[in-house]
């Protein structure tokens, strides 16, 4: 049996909806090749989607001036996903619970939510300007696999 | 894929067979439309078939509340038909499964809205 696909790869893109769209693609193509589970590619490729989505909507706000830089990784022992933008810069702990029933009916503010549900660990970095995410997926020992 | 949506009238309740992803830029607009068109109208009885969405993002989840809200504010019922595995386990985790009324046969569905 051959070891996991290792390598990092990383990239700038407008801010766009199509960009949205091929980080997506290439966050599930690493772990489709991590070999991870329907459900847990899932939910990695939702992930990445939401935190690309976070970058170009509400961190860069469409500029076109402005870019987001995305790295991609597996390490062997874990998917590395980093998505920063140029924006104003986010504070996560500002962000209110979705789960709370006074904003269960509201219309946004689950993308962080879903983020951290799907993903083993996530980490905020405020840049100058900017925020970047780090998702961290843990992959199972190849002796763990079946 | 993008959202198609096709509308039908069964027993007085319009039934939006939804197809594709309901995300940013892929749905969430043409969903958003299409329920406000049907409010617009005076439809009051809306039936959402979600048995061939396969994918909705937050903002598609969001687009799911606001429709809820919109009938409801008009005195309109949205009630959710079919869900698949994936988003009847995303309304689990956002709690929105409390929300709605959700069926998973049509013909139960219809009989609600009576």
């Not at chain 1, 772990?31 to 490729?45: K, P, Q, S, Y």
């Not at chain 2, 039934?15 to 043409?30: F, K, M, N, P, Y």
């Not at chain 2, 958003?32 to 989840?61: E, M, P, T």
């Amino acid at each position: 049996m051959s070891g996991p696909k290792t390598g990092r790869r990383r990239f700038a893109l407008s801010s766009t909806m199509e960009s949205v769209g091929e980080v997506e693609a290439a966050a599930d193509k690493l772990a489709e090749e991590a070999g991870l589970d329907e459900d847990d590619r899932f939910h990695v490729t939702m992930a990445v989607r939401e935190a690309a989505v976070n970058a170009v909507l509400h961190g860069n706000e469409y500029d076109p001036a402005k870019q987001i830089i995305v790295g991609l990784e597996n390490t062997g022992e874990a998917l590395v996903f980093t998505i920063a933008d140029q924006g104003k810069g986010l504070a996560p702990e500002t962000l209110p619970d979705p789960l709370a029933p006074e904003n269960l009916m509201r219309g946004t503010g689950r993308g962080i939510f879903l983020i951290r549900s799907f993903m083993d660990e996530v980490h905020f970095r405020q840049l100058q300007p900017g925020t970047e995410l780090t998702l961290i997926k843990h992959l199972a020992p190849a002796g763990d696999k079946i | 894929m993008a959202l198609t949506i096709a509308s039908r009238e069964v027993d007085g309740v319009t039934v939006l067979d939804l197809s594709g992803r309901i995300t940013l830029g892929e749905g969430s607009v043409q969903l958003r439309d299409a329920i406000r068109d049907l409010i617009s109208k005076g439809q009051k009885n809306i039936l959402l078939n979600l048995g061939d969405v396969n994918y909705i993002d937050s903002s598609g989840l969001g687009e799911l509340v606001s429709a809820y809200t919109t009938a409801k504010n008009q005195s309109a019922g949205l009630k959710l038909l079919k869900l698949t595995k994936k988003v009847h386990d995303l309304l689990q985790l956002t709690k929105l499964y409390t929300v709605f009324d959700i069926f998973d046969d049509e013909a139960s569905a219809i009989a609600s809205f009576k």
